[in-house]
């Protein structure tokens, strides 16, 4: 009898095993991505190493993303938002997008980088400046800019790429940068004069930055760090990166839980690894190279030069409430 008892609980524990097992099997997580493909593809394949979950991605610019989000919102397919500014997160939670979570690791991050209310929390911080050209420069007569007035100097008509803040996230942040810089009135008259020298507007945020490259424009306006890191790639001595003397802004690189995501659970998982160490040191393997927000992360040297850069007190929650607003002004003093 005894024997028999001892034969049906071991059934039963493999049993359980077995079936643990496959659950732990099916979990799956499906993220909307608005950094660079490799870092995405990379950050899914080291989240699956230490979750078991089998992660897919999607990888879109974060104005794409917000429209996504917005137009899937009765049947969402995707359960976390990673990356880009946050500014079209607060419009996201503003309209009920995102759920509220409080992760445990987001309590040592700095208040500025997070909602107030646990809707998202950032995971690096990036400054806006300038790409340039040496070459292209060099044949315009000039030096590269480092302030904002640099960028109406009349040789540079036709010579500056930026992404649209009406449909790029890193486009808004510029924006809104500006306006906290000078007043919003002063600002959009100012972004009035910048669009005689555009060139054109791209619809994601490091676009331009290919173009200085090339030779085909003398500045980009992005975000430092992505610039950085084509130095980093054999362009050291091609293009010179400056931050605007007048003080610029930031992005605050956010991450979010999708409020109808199909997978909240696992959402919640990657959450909390996206916060540690463990995950932020990856971004630097691949040439990301933004400053990070978790305790023990390592930001990487190339970019200490513009560590102590002057930058405004970026309004994060401002600039995200008055998106709608501002992009439309925008578009109506530059008809783009």
Not at 25 to 45: F, H, M, P
Not at 49 to 77: D, H, P, Y
Not at 185 to 203: A, V
Request: some cysteine.
């Amino acid at each position: 009898m005894k024997k028999l008892v001892a034969l049906l609980l071991a059934a039963i524990m493999v049993l359980s095993l077995a079936a643990a097992a496959l659950a732990d099997g099916d979990r799956k997580l499906v993220i909307y991505s608005a950094v660079y493909d490799d870092e995405t593809q990379g950050l899914c394949k080291r989240f699956e190493e230490v979750s078991g979950i089998k992660t897919s991605c999607v990888v879109l610019g974060g104005g794409e993303i917000l429209a996504r989000v917005q137009n899937e919102n009765e049947n969402a397919t995707a359960s976390v938002w990673f990356g880009g500014p946050a500014d079209p997160f607060i419009t996201a939670k503003n309209q009920g997008l995102l759920l509220a979570y409080e992760s445990p690791n987001a309590a040592a991050i700095e208040g500025k980088y997070k909602d107030p209310d646990n809707y998202w929390t950032g995971v690096y911080i990036g400054y806006v400046g300038f790409v340039c050209n040496n070459e292209r420069l060099a044949e315009l007569g000039m030096e590269a800019p480092d302030s904002w007035e640099d960028l109406l100097d009349p040789r540079l008509k036709g010579e500056i790429k930026m992404a649209s803040p009406a449909a790029s996230s890193t486009g808004y942040v510029i924006l809104a940068t500006v306006l906290q810089l000078m007043g919003v009135d002063e600002g959009f008259d100012y972004m009035g004069k910048l669009d005689e020298n555009i060139l054109e507007y791209t619809t994601r945020g490091g676009g331009c930055i290919t173009d200085v490259i090339a030779g085909e424009i003398a500045v980009g306006i992005c975000f430092c760090h992505d610039a950085i890191t084509q130095q980093l790639n054999g362009y050291a001595d091609l293009l010179t990166v400056n931050v605007p003397e007048e003080g610029t802004g930031y992005e605050t690189g956010a991450m979010a839980i999708i409020a109808n995501g199909p997978d909240q659970e696992e959402a919640k998982e990657f959450y909390d690894w996206a916060l540690t160490a463990d995950c932020q040191n990856i971004y630097k393997e691949y040439g990301a190279l933004q400053f990070l927000t978790a305790p023990g992360a390592e930001t990487h040297e190339a970019v200490a030069r513009i560590a102590d850069a002057k930058t405004i007190e970026y309004d994060t929650a401002w600039a995200g409430e008055h998106k709608e607003e501002f992009t439309s002004r925008w578009a109506q003093i530059t008809g783009r």
